[in-house]
């Protein structure tokens, strides 16, 4: 049984966030953000961007967070004259209003259960919602739980496009649901459709087929955009 | 790769015969410009390479023998046309409700025929699944396509008379993102994004595969450093995506503490893959002609250490569940997947070595550097949950050790070659961490993705569940499922 006392007494390795930032290398890929005064180099990354993510407005270079697939082209070590990037956790932005309204607020600070339903997903999206029950990331002592039935949650967390295939069976979870809840779409496939939606078998994104309360882009976002977003729905997001 | 062109009437024989000297059917592709096409891709069993035999159907008409009756590892393939491409196999048992659902799709469509009527066939109708037990009291259960925690959508029938379960039919495709028609008419480049992001956590060897596809069809050598590297990253995936699949084993076994640690390790590898490529998962790393950013090779070798340390303690941890009744008792002689079956049913990767089917094509069929690398292939041939377990941790160690070595010498120079379009079509292969991932390519002049054909391990796994999921109990089928480490993301593409 060794492997369960090394496990037991192997002492608290748990982020510190939201207290203190999470500065460890490799827990975030980044996210690209707005040139305000961008030079003709980075104007022309507005055609290599895959997914028109990057658009001209001005002379700014804007970001389109939604449709931003992580194809690392605008990135730092890539591109000739990258964008800057920011490495910071908070990615979550709504759909209508600001964050602060989409939160549940009340008890549900303390405790908040969300069902995870997989709606085409890549398999990333899913690993990095894996780690939120990571002993280095551990959203439990943060109050939040995944639950496998819909009728105890109060979070819907969608990932993936939404193929035509899975377009009922999320319905089905999301009607079951009692109120009040929230939808939370994880993932650039999950906010925009990403490189596979809309098409003939994918919706645009969940917004195409529910409504959705809060959006985190990224592809994949990691574990905790993705927990800073779950903050920020039960009430108690780091300010 | 060899091809010959066969009539329909003389295709059955020709696949026998290629079957009987031990040469194992890789992908069934098809061409559907003006008059569909189909090629037959077989691999050869001691490194022969690939032959490929083309058949056209009689003018005017969508049908050819099917070659299920006389090679069952053809089943799923046949399967998956007819749905696609609506091109009915004389002479399968089944066909129809496999990659469009009958609830969903009216039956016909065939979505990859050029021009279509795709979102005109949209049907909503009910749906009962077949049973075939007829004893009295014989139920199926279902379970999915939403169930379980974070699992993936797929959605499993189990059939049962009460206490055990007597078979289990999983129904899949409900992901179904089209990955292969979608990459109709994009251009290379950006095709490449649709097969990296297929299946996420194997996202850098299907990205290889396809840019080794484009690289012989434009004619380019990839350069040393680039070659190198793509090894070094390939293998941090296999490490990592194995680390995973043990984990969920643990998991399912319910020893929360275990998989914990584990879990805690994952993030570990993921962490370094993120610190020395910019990616967690490695996307965006792979490009046509190399790789799309070079490394540093002080932060390679550092990671190098990183993934030697926690594979340590991933064996560590794997040895002392091994001495753990507890767990052993509950992957041992669980999910057997003998090595008839798994030869006769198409199965690739770890989850065949473990039933004795020695095939890897990183050794078979030695692409990028691997020629020059001393590989081992582990296998073990019971078959069972635990052989899968071992296999999977014995690869752990190979991988571990080959990117320490390869990180110790990395040669210097550029990591990418400039390529210009070139017209053609040519054959992609790695072993990808679930097994060999094979690609058919077809560009046009300016490099434009007229066909694709991807088929990853899982697609030629999951057609062996069935021979793994016979008479066992409830109870076990969570542990049988994560043992056998497929993908349904991978296999729905």
Redesign the interface.
């Known amino acids: 049984?060794?492997?369960?006392l090394?496990?037991?007494f192997?002492g608290i390795?748990t982020t510190r966030y939201p207290k203190k930032p999470e500065t460890?290398?490799?827990?975030?890929?980044?996210f690209p953000v707005r040139a305000e005064h961008a030079d003709a180099q980075q104007r022309s990354l507005t055609l290599v961007c895959?997914t028109s993510a990057l658009v001209e407005s001005g002379d700014a270079v804007d970001v389109r967070d939604d449709r931003c697939?992580?194809?690392?082209?605008c990135?730092p070590?890539?591109a000739p004259s990258p964008l800057t990037w920011r490495y910071d956790p908070q990615w979550a932005h709504a759909t209508r209003g600001t964050i602060e309204d989409a939160a549940l607020g009340g008890t549900f600070r303390r405790s908040m259960h969300v069902r995870?339903?997989?709606?085409?997903?890549?398999?990333?999206?899913?690993?990095?919602?894996?780690?939120l029950?990571?002993?280095?990331?551990n959203m439990h002592r943060l109050g939040i739980f995944?639950?496998?039935t819909?009728r105890q949650a109060d979070v819907l967390l969608v990932v993936?496009?939404v193929?035509?295939?899975?377009r009922?069976?999320?319905l089905?979870?999301y009607e079951a649901m009692p109120e009040p809840k929230r939808v939370l779409a994880i993932g650039a496939c999950a906010a925009s459709g990403?490189?596979?939606?809309p098409?003939?078998?994918?919706a645009g994104g969940v917004a195409d087929v529910l409504p959705v309360d809060l959006v985190v882009p990224g592809?994949?976002p990691?574990p905790l955009a993705i927990i800073d977003a779950l903050l920020a729905l039960a009430g108690s997001r780091a300010r | 790769m060899n091809t010959t062109r066969v009539e329909a009437s003389s295709l059955v024989d020709a696949c026998k015969h290629l079957g009987e000297t031990g040469w194992r059917l890789a992908t069934i592709a098809v061409a559907d410009s003006e008059a569909p096409e189909l090629r037959y891709i077989f691999q050869g069993p001691r490194g022969e390479g690939w032959e490929q035999l083309v058949v056209r159907p009689q003018p005017g008409s969508r049908t050819v023998p099917s070659l299920t009756p006389s090679n069952v590892s053809a089943d799923w393939f046949e399967r998956e046309i007819e749905d696609l491409f609506a091109i009915d196999f004389v002479g399968h048992p089944r066909l129809g409700d496999f990659v469009l659902h009958d609830n969903r799709w009216a039956e016909g469509v065939g979505p990859m025929r050029p021009g279509a009527p795709i979102r005109e066939a949209l049907v909503e109708r009910a749906w009962q699944p077949r049973r075939v037990l007829r004893e009295e009291g014989a139920f199926v259960m279902p379970v999915g396509p939403v169930y379980a925690g974070e699992a993936e959508s797929a959605l499993f029938l189990l059939e049962t008379v009460g206490e055990d379960v007597v078979r289990a039919v999983p129904r899949l495709f409900y992901k179904y993102r089209g990955v292969e028609k979608l990459a109709q008419g994009r251009s290379a480049q950006d095709a490449l994004l649709l097969v990296e992001r297929a299946n996420g956590t194997s996202a850098f060897a299907h990205a290889w595969t396809y840019c080794m596809a484009v690289e012989s069809i434009v004619g380019i050598n990839v350069p040393e450093r680039a070659r190198h590297l793509r090894m070094i990253f390939a293998e941090m995936e296999r490490v990592r995506r194995h680390c995973a699949v043990i984990r969920a084993i643990v998991d399912s076994t319910a020893l929360w503490v275990g998989a914990s640690r584990l879990l805690e390790l994952e993030e570990r590898l993921l962490r370094a893959c993120g610190a020395v490529a910019g990616h967690r998962y490695l996307f965006g790393l792979a490009a046509i002609g190399g790789l799309q950013r070079d490394v540093d090779d002080e932060a390679l070798r550092s990671i190098a250490h990183e993934y030697a340390e926690v594979g340590k303690r991933i064996r560590v941890t794997v040895e002392e569940l091994a001495h753990t009744s507890s767990f052993l008792d509950r992957v041992q002689r669980v999910g057997v997947l003998d090595t008839r079956h798994a030869n006769e049913f198409g199965a690739v990767g770890p989850f065949a070595r473990a039933s004795g089917v020695a095939s890897d094509v990183r050794q078979l069929q030695p692409y990028g550097g691997y020629a020059d690398v001393e590989l081992e292939v582990p296998t073990a041939n019971e078959g069972d949950g635990y052989a899968r377990l071992r296999v999977l941790t014995d690869e752990l160690r190979v991988s571990t050790a080959l990117i320490g070595r390869l990180a110790s010498h990395v040669p210097s120079g550029d990591v990418r070659s400039d390529w210009s379009p070139h017209r053609g079509e040519a054959l992609g292969w790695t072993e990808a961490p679930g097994g060999t991932s094979v690609q058919l390519l077809m560009l046009d002049d300016d490099a434009r993705c007229v066909n694709l054909r991807f088929t990853p391990p899982s697609f030629r796994n999951w057609q062996n569940f069935r021979w793994v999921t016979e008479d066992f109990a409830f109870q076990d089928f969570p542990i049988i499922l994560s043992t056998c480490g497929l993908s349904v993301a991978e296999n729905d593409r």
Not at chain 1, 1 to 4: K, L, Q
Not at chain 1, 24 to 30: A, F, I, K
Not at chain 1, 69 to 73: A, E, G, T
């Open positions: 049984m060794n492997w369960f090394r496990g037991v192997g390795r460890t290398p490799g827990t975030t890929p980044g895959p697939v992580h194809c690392m082209r990135a070590g890539v995870v339903v997989d709606a085409g997903d890549c398999g990333a999206c899913l690993s990095e919602i894996l780690h029950n990571d002993p280095l990331y995944i639950t496998p819909p993936g496009p193929t035509e295939q899975m009922l069976p999320l089905e979870a990403g490189v596979f939606g098409s003939f078998t994918s592809c994949p990691p």
